[in-house]
Structure formats: C-alpha cells, structure tokens
C-alpha cells in the first residue's frame, strides 16, 4: 500500500468548495434507508465491523489494569462459542481490532500486556497525541507528545488539529502544522488527522480541514475526539468521504476514514460500512483504510451475534 505523501497545499482548491447541505443530508438517508440485510449478511458485516475497531479508553481514570483488560478483550473480542456457530477462526478470517488505542502515558501498558498476550505483530497500538482534545498547546509541546507516544511503543498516532486555525481561515498554518506533526510520526508510524467536526460550524470547513490534512499527508481523517457536544454523524462523514474521494481522483492517494464518538449500536455500525461502500467503494473496507473509534460498540455487536446464534440476545449476566 503506498502511503499518501500530501502535496503543495492549493488554496485555489479549497475556494471552489461548497457544500450543499440539503443534498448531503438527502445523500445520507438514501443511503442508510430501505437497506434490508438478510441476518447472515448483517452477521457478516459485523464480523467486519470487528476487525476496523480501534479498541478505545480515553478515561481521566484510566490504569494498568484498565489497559490490560482492553488487551485481553482485543485478543477475543468474541465468545469462543460464537466463533465456532460462525465458523470463522483465525486459518479462515481472525477476528480481533485493528488497534487498541490509549493516551501516551498508557502505551507502555498496552505494549507490555500485548507482549504478554503475543499479540506484538496482530494488533496496533494507537496513541491520541497533540493535546488531545483541544488541540490547544503550544506547537512544540504538541510535537514533543507525537514523540513521546512513539518512544513508548505507539505504531499510529490520531492527532488533534487546532480548530481556530479552521475557524479563522488560517489554511497555510494549519497546513504548517500538519506537516510537522506528520513529520514527527517518522515514515513508519501512521498518523490520523482528527478534525472535531462539531466544532468546526459548517459542512464547508469539513471539507476544507479534510483536504488541508490530506494535502499535509495524513494517513486517515478521523472526524471527533468523541469529547466533543457533537461526534460523529452520517452526514460529517459523508461530507469526509467526498473529499476522501476528490483527494483521491486528484492525486492517486488513498486516505482512510475514521468516524469516532457516538457509535455505540450494531446498526450504527452497519450504516457507516454501507455508506463507505458506496462513496468510497469495497477497497476501502478494510482496517488499512477504515477504522471506527469506539469503546462500547463490540459489546453490542456481540449480544447482536449471539441473537443470531441462539435467538436471543443474551442477559447482562451473561455478558462477559
């Protein structure tokens, strides 16, 4: 896969974006309404689903052992029971994250529980960096923490863009930024651009700050913190997937999506992997170009599956 490397950033480009947000939002229900899956394709898109997760704690009381139970929960994301009523195993299709993802001073833990677990080379580790999630410290700080994370053993980095820089128009800089903070990465660690897009006041600046970070040669544009008043909707992530597409056709470079923050249901789920499909194409459903930030999300998909296995969804005792 080769990696998107940006380019000069074209703010002739960025003038000629207008968004119709009347047809974004027509777009998004014609894409999510009378999708009827049989219950084996859901079952199957939820398989899916399982392997773009990038398995989330993001608590002010976040510990070892918290990071340590995120491990083990990406080693078997499912009930063995299930797996095998579902004939998958790790020969045919592993079922695990892509990527548990902490903040920096949690790292070492997940390094050291993934080493335990031998798990080093199966599943990422990804670190929320550059004052997360205000994105608001001093620039040199903000690089310093990209590359503290990576000391500690993170193979991706999500940064944090500066919102002001959005709202005040400030492309150049926020370019600047971005480029830098790319740099920081190193060519071997892989950086997601978030853009908190509840706070960036229109579909316009979503599109603008979504190609001005693939222009700076992002790896993937996440749309939220998951702190924000609002996260991740249908149509922030339309509005993404276009650009993602434009940036492409223009340049030749796949970026990937990352919707974060608010995805919490089976269905949630299965809109976001339907609506990538068709803007984006099946390419871009895999972990190398899709990813959902989320915490709560694999607890629902699994009582879905068990539903589907047995015909009930199970009780909360029974939940692992």
Not at 2 to 29: I, M
Not at 41 to 47: C, F, G, H, M, P
Not at 163 to 191: D, S
Request: proline share 4%.
């Amino acid at each position: 896969m080769e990696r998107n490397p940006g380019c000069e950033l074209d703010l002739g480009w960025l003038n000629n974006v207008h968004v119709n947000s009347t047809a974004v939002k027509e777009s998004v229900c014609y894409y999510i309404s009378d999708k009827e899956i049989s219950k084996e394709y859901e079952a199957a898109w939820l398989l899916k689903a399982i392997t773009c997760i990038d398995l989330t704690t993001l608590g002010g009381d976040d510990t070892k052992s918290n990071v340590a139970r995120l491990c083990r929960k990406a080693m078997g994301p499912l009930p063995e029971n299930i797996l095998s009523m579902l004939e998958v195993n790790d020969d045919n299709f592993p079922i695990r994250p892509a990527a548990v993802c902490v903040y920096p001073s949690r790292v070492k833990d997940a390094v050291e529980e993934l080493d335990k677990l031998e798990l080093q080379n199966k599943i990422n580790i990804a670190s929320v960096a550059t004052g997360f999630p205000s994105g608001q410290m001093p620039l040199q700080t903000r690089l310093d923490e990209i590359k503290y994370a990576i000391e500690q053993g993170a193979t991706e980095i999500d940064i944090v863009i500066n919102r002001t820089l959005v709202l005040t128009g400030k492309w150049q800089e926020l370019y600047q930024e971005i480029q830098q903070m790319k740099e920081a990465c190193g060519p071997g660690v892989h950086m997601k651009a978030i853009l908190a897009v509840g706070e960036l006041d229109s579909f316009n600046n979503v599109y603008k700050a979504s190609l001005v970070a693939m222009m700076a040669g992002t790896d993937f544009i996440k749309t939220s913190t998951g702190k924000e008043a609002v996260n991740a909707t249908l149509p922030y992530g339309l509005v993404m997937t276009r650009a993602i597409r434009e940036y492409y056709m223009k340049m030749g470079y796949k970026v990937g999506l990352k919707p974060a923050g608010g995805i919490r249901t089976s269905r949630d789920a299965i809109n976001w992997l339907i609506m990538v499909k068709e803007t984006l194409g099946i390419e871009w459903l895999t972990s190398d170009f899709f990813r959902f930030g989320a915490s709560g999300l694999l607890e629902d998909i699994e009582a879905t599956l068990h539903e589907f296995c047995y015909g009930y969804k199970p009780s909360l005792i029974m939940m692992r």
